[in-house]
């Protein structure tokens, strides 16, 4: 804390003199202050980006550069342990999140952009209700529904499917994707929809053809969130798929972990190709990502 | 006819409602009947045995060691993840230069998009005593009486795994945070600036006051994210060693799975859900009470 008033004065010391005189700290502390802030930031760059870099690292070593200079460098670029990892599960994963993922992305946001326009623009008999059911539903944790969730899905005879998975993520999601998206849409202007109807167009028609296409900004960002969750779902992605075949990352790469063991290398690896896409994703579509996220907490 | 007409707007919000009936409301409400039965995966029929099962909650050491660790988990992370991510959004905010801001929120927040699993392994390679970096640091520093088997004894297993925890989280709510800094009108921080107010006080009679809503909703968010937790431990240490990184979420899934007793753990459940129900009840009686203050 001291750190960030002293630097506060340094500024402030560039201001007219009079007002600042009464807080004016000694030169010494003023620079240390400021030194001792970058200091802590730098060092939370490293404890952040170090591990994450120590992981890429790792998946091109050899076990022994793994053990022996853990610091450094790889010796080669060994693009093998990617296609051990690969072999090993990690592209079956991949390839299983990539399905139960975008499957529940477009049922998710197609589910929660009907309902919003509908809660926004259509008369609905106990409208209110549905508001408090979607509010309540924002509250209410997977862990809880676990032990019914399960007789239920074998019931329905989807346990042990991507359905499972597609389903659960769609339904625990939608309150979330719904006020959000909602939230955008009570910004639009009413006229657009007046026109449309003058137009002839039904409300459906005026839904797929008009507000769909206006409202492309927060569906983009409900669904690299809704992608976000999906992608590293873990409780119902543990519990309700035992299939190895049909098993998401975040589930697979803790299995293959118990079967590789001390192949470290080759672990790195599968770490790196489940970590990367969505530190991709995020750093290109960075602003949608933060702009959903604000926008969906702040309302 | 008319009736029929006033009912045809609900097919708006039905596929919502009945995915959310279906597969969030029912099966809580199953869950509070569940937990008064004995019952498990392969028995034909559940027998009703009343509140047996939390009175096995009340009398079952490990329970209570659960709850105390997600208490702890919960604590800690408000320390990290309020009190740490509000500071240093606001150095973010109040000292870095625009430019170089941008990319340190970008790096700050890249643990929050990977997923937990995957952090949660890499952090017990981290922590792994024979090619972890942390012994390594440590004996390199020649403090290698401060080296652990940090998952692999009672002593640090929780605390390595909430360590993890907060590595993965600051970056998201300082973000938070930054945005709702960013709401706050510039002039204020002018005005106090003219009235010789340093950086310290302007934080505490500006920043604090102004950003109260967001501090609120991060409160809740993060206590009941505590009570929840499941995924890390279930990848660093599955609640071990001897039970003592046990929270409500693994030893519920313990109990429903491996020992197969899931009228108790439809209890711990209940436990769960009456836990996050209050701390959503005390959001919006916080929220209530201060809009009459104002």
């Given at each position: 804390m001291?750190?960030?008033?002293?630097?506060?004065?340094?500024?402030?010391?560039?201001v007219p003199?009079a007002?600042?005189?009464?807080?004016?700290?000694?030169?010494w502390?003023?620079?240390?202050?400021?030194?001792?802030?970058?200091?802590?930031l730098?060092a939370?760059v490293?404890?952040?980006?170090?591990p994450?870099?120590?992981?890429?690292?790792?998946?091109?070593?050899d076990?022994?550069?793994?053990?022996?200079?853990p610091?450094?460098?790889?010796?080669?670029?060994r693009?093998?342990?990617?296609?051990?990892?690969?072999?090993a599960?990690?592209?079956?994963?991949?390839?299983?999140?990539?399905?139960?993922t975008?499957a529940?992305?477009?049922?998710?946001?197609?589910?929660?952009?009907?309902a919003?326009y509908?809660?926004?623009?259509q008369?609905?008999v106990?409208?209110?209700?549905?508001l408090?059911l979607?509010?309540?539903?924002?509250m209410?944790?997977?862990?809880?529904?676990?032990?019914?969730?399960?007789?239920?899905l074998?019931?329905?005879?989807?346990f042990?499917?991507y359905?499972?998975?597609?389903?659960?993520?769609?339904?625990?999601?939608?309150?979330?994707?719904t006020?959000l998206?909602?939230?955008?849409?009570?910004?639009?202007?009413?006229?657009?929809?007046?026109a449309?109807?003058?137009?002839?167009?039904?409300?459906?028609?005026?839904?797929?053809?008009?507000?769909l296409?206006?409202?492309?900004?927060?569906?983009?960002?409900?669904?690299?969130?809704?992608?976000?969750?999906?992608?590293n779902?873990?409780?119902?992605?543990?519990v309700?798929?035992s299939n190895?075949?049909?098993?998401?990352?975040?589930?697979?790469?803790?299995?293959m972990?118990?079967r590789?063991?001390?192949?470290?290398?080759?672990?790195f690896?599968?770490?790196?190709?489940?970590?990367l896409?969505?530190?991709?994703l995020?750093l290109?579509?960075q602003?949608?990502?933060?702009?959903?996220?604000?926008?969906?907490?702040?309302? | 006819?008319r009736v029929?007409?006033?009912?045809?707007?609900w097919?708006?919000?039905?596929?919502?409602?009945?995915?959310?009936?279906?597969?969030?409301y029912?099966?809580?409400?199953e869950?509070?009947?569940?937990?008064?039965?004995s019952?498990?995966?392969?028995?034909a029929?559940?027998?009703?045995?009343?509140l047996?099962?939390?009175?096995?909650a009340?009398?079952?050491?490990i329970?209570?060691r659960a709850?105390?660790?997600?208490?702890?988990?919960?604590?800690?992370?408000?320390?990290?993840?309020?009190?740490?991510?509000?500071v240093?959004?606001?150095?973010?905010?109040e000292?870095v230069?625009?430019?170089?801001r941008?990319?340190?929120?970008?790096?700050y927040?890249?643990?929050?998009?990977i997923?937990?699993?995957v952090?949660?392994?890499l952090?017990?390679?981290?922590?792994?005593?024979?090619?972890?970096?942390?012994n390594?640091?440590?004996?390199?520093?020649?403090?290698e009486?401060?080296?652990?088997?940090?998952?692999?004894?009672?002593?640090t297993?929780?605390?390595?795994?909430?360590?993890?925890?907060?590595?993965?989280?600051?970056?998201?709510?300082?973000?938070?945070?930054?945005?709702?800094?960013?709401?706050?009108p510039?002039?204020?921080?002018?005005?106090?600036?003219?009235d010789?107010?340093?950086?310290?006080?302007?934080f505490?009679?500006?920043?604090?006051p102004?950003?109260?809503?967001?501090?609120?909703l991060?409160?809740?968010?993060?206590i009941?994210?505590?009570?929840l937790?499941?995924?890390?431990?279930?990848?660093?240490?599955?609640?071990?060693?001897?039970?003592?990184?046990?929270?409500l979420?693994?030893?519920l899934y313990?109990?429903?799975?491996?020992?197969?007793?899931?009228?108790y753990?439809?209890?711990?459940?209940?436990?769960?859900f009456v836990?996050?129900?209050l701390?959503g009840?005390?959001q919006?009686y916080?929220?209530?009470?201060?809009?009459?203050?104002?």
């Amino acid at each position: 804390m001291m750190t960030v008033s002293a630097n506060a004065n340094a500024r402030a010391g560039a201001v007219p003199a009079a007002t600042t005189r009464k807080v004016a700290a000694p030169r010494w502390l003023r620079s240390l202050g400021s030194v001792l802030v970058w200091v802590g930031l730098g060092a939370l760059v490293l404890a952040v980006l170090y591990p994450l870099l120590w992981m890429v690292f790792s998946s091109f070593k050899d076990n022994r550069e793994v053990f022996d200079s853990p610091w450094g460098l790889p010796g080669e670029l060994r693009w093998g342990n990617f296609a051990k990892a690969g072999n090993a599960g990690v592209v079956r994963y991949f390839t299983n999140s990539v399905i139960v993922t975008s499957a529940s992305i477009l049922t998710t946001v197609l589910v929660s952009a009907w309902a919003a326009y509908g809660l926004v623009r259509q008369k609905i008999v106990g409208g209110g209700i549905v508001l408090g059911l979607l509010l309540g539903g924002l509250m209410l944790a997977p862990t809880v529904a676990l032990i019914p969730l399960f007789g239920l899905l074998q019931n329905l005879r989807i346990f042990d499917t991507y359905w499972a998975l597609i389903v659960l993520y769609t339904a625990f999601r939608i309150p979330f994707t719904t006020f959000l998206i909602r939230a955008y849409m009570i910004d639009l202007s009413p006229e657009v929809d007046e026109a449309a109807k003058l137009d002839g167009c039904t409300a459906a028609q005026t839904f797929w053809r008009i507000i769909l296409p206006m409202c492309r900004p927060i569906l983009v960002s409900a669904a690299l969130l809704q992608a976000l969750f999906a992608w590293n779902e873990f409780v119902f992605a543990l519990v309700f798929v035992s299939n190895g075949d049909l098993k998401t990352l975040p589930v697979g790469l803790m299995d293959m972990q118990s079967r590789l063991l001390t192949d470290w290398p080759v672990q790195f690896a599968g770490l790196t190709m489940a970590a990367l896409p969505m530190i991709v994703l995020f750093l290109i579509g960075q602003r949608q990502f933060l702009q959903g996220l604000t926008d969906g907490i702040g309302k | 006819m008319r009736v029929l007409n006033r009912w045809r707007s609900w097919v708006w919000v039905l596929p919502a409602l009945a995915l959310l009936l279906v597969f969030v409301y029912y099966p809580i409400v199953e869950n509070l009947r569940l937990s008064l039965y004995s019952w498990n995966a392969f028995s034909a029929r559940p027998v009703f045995v009343g509140l047996d099962n939390y009175r096995t909650a009340v009398e079952d050491p490990i329970f209570w060691r659960a709850l105390r660790n997600n208490t702890v988990f919960a604590v800690t992370s408000l320390v990290f993840q309020v009190g740490f991510s509000l500071v240093l959004a606001a150095v973010l905010e109040e000292f870095v230069h625009q430019r170089l801001r941008g990319i340190l929120r970008t790096v700050y927040f890249i643990p929050a998009v990977i997923s937990i699993t995957v952090a949660g392994i890499l952090f017990s390679f981290l922590y792994n005593p024979q090619i972890g970096l942390l012994n390594r640091a440590l004996g390199a520093l020649g403090l290698e009486s401060w080296q652990h088997s940090w998952l692999g004894e009672p002593g640090t297993a929780m605390w390595s795994i909430i360590a993890m925890s907060q590595w993965q989280s600051i970056g998201y709510t300082a973000i938070l945070f930054v945005v709702a800094i960013q709401r706050v009108p510039r002039e204020f921080y002018e005005a106090a600036r003219i009235d010789g107010a340093g950086r310290i006080r302007s934080f505490f009679s500006i920043t604090v006051p102004m950003v109260r809503e967001m501090t609120t909703l991060i409160t809740i968010l993060t206590i009941s994210g505590a009570f929840l937790v499941f995924n890390e431990v279930m990848v660093m240490t599955a609640g071990g060693p001897s039970n003592s990184s046990q929270v409500l979420g693994t030893w519920l899934y313990r109990n429903a799975f491996l020992n197969d007793d899931m009228g108790y753990a439809a209890a711990i459940a209940t436990v769960i859900f009456v836990i996050t129900l209050l701390i959503g009840a005390s959001q919006i009686y916080v929220s209530r009470r201060r809009r009459i203050e104002w």
